[in-house]
């Protein structure tokens, strides 16, 4: 049941690609909440997307920009605040692509050239993000912003390959330009440590769903769905939360402080036949 809470509010979503991801979610949730927004991502995921279809239950103008384009970026925000009729109050970066993880080169045989459009792509961009919309005060004092990561920026899970030190960057970017846009203009910015999730992007990763499989079991509420998530982005772009800024935030069911479980130490004694 929808509660208002963003009522008046106004943002820019990134990186909706279709009804599995987060990002589709969570535009949804903020429309529900009372939120008006636009919709961007890449122009070629905009043709092999979904994107429309979104905008069209949203009531949202697509704006296509490249995230690793400062001028792109910068005709974003002037875009956005001439549709949406003034500054934004928050923005989702739902952006990861790795050209290793979608050619199988294992983290051991990286292709560095392919590792840096990683960082470029997955990390970088939240930097350019908090920059373009800094420089054209696109948003107003208490905004907030939220980027999505994964609990492999802290712990190594073989098969995440570059993303996971990609992740990290991501995660200290948020801290970093947290600290320089909450003294200048108020704004916040966190992470989103979310569960494994059966999204396109997720899915692409080699031994998922063991990841996804395994999270569950450890889980003591079990995996956050992509539902969950996105209620989760709306309490942070809500007032509730305006004074939570440079955090990374664990939302995976407890997966993250749990040692073992007992599900898992269950199936471990019948793998040795006891």
């Given at each position: ?17 279709d009804e ?153 970017i948020a ?56 209620n989760y ?42």
């Amino acid at each position: 049941m929808a509660n208002g809470l963003l009522k008046g509010k106004k943002g820019i979503i990134f990186g909706a690609l279709d009804e599995r991801s987060i990002a589709w979610k969570t535009a949804l949730a903020c429309v529900a909440e009372g939120a008006q927004i636009v919709l961007t991502n890449a122009p070629i995921a905009l043709r092999m997307g979904k994107i429309k279809e979104l905008a069209a239950q949203c009531n949202a103008e697509v704006i296509p920009a490249d995230a690793t384009s400062m001028a792109d970026l910068e005709a974003l925000m002037q875009k956005s605040m001439e549709v949406l009729g003034g500054k934004m109050d928050f923005i989702l970066h739902s952006i990861g692509m790795s050209p290793n993880v979608r050619k199988s080169i294992p983290y051991t045989d990286t292709n560095y050239e392919n590792f840096l459009k990683t960082v470029d792509i997955s990390a970088l961009s939240l930097h350019r993000v908090l920059q373009s919309a800094m420089k054209a005060d696109a948003l107003n004092e208490w905004g907030s912003v939220v980027a999505l990561s994964y609990i492999a920026a802290q712990r190594t899970f073989p098969g995440y390959n570059d993303m996971a030190d990609t992740k990290a960057i991501l995660e200290s970017i948020a801290r970093s330009f947290g600290y320089y846009y909450g003294f200048a203009k108020k704004v916040r910015v966190n992470t989103i440590s979310q569960s494994p999730t059966m999204t396109t992007a997720g899915s692409g990763v080699s031994g998922f769903d063991a990841f996804y499989h395994y999270a569950e079991k450890m889980s003591p509420l079990g995996n956050a769905s992509a539902e969950d998530c996105a209620n989760y982005c709306v309490l942070m772009f809500s007032d509730y939360t305006k004074m939570v800024t440079m955090q990374n935030l664990f939302h995976d069911g407890g997966f993250s402080f749990t040692g073992v479980s007992a599900g898992i130490v269950e199936e471990m004694m019948k793998g040795q036949g006891q």
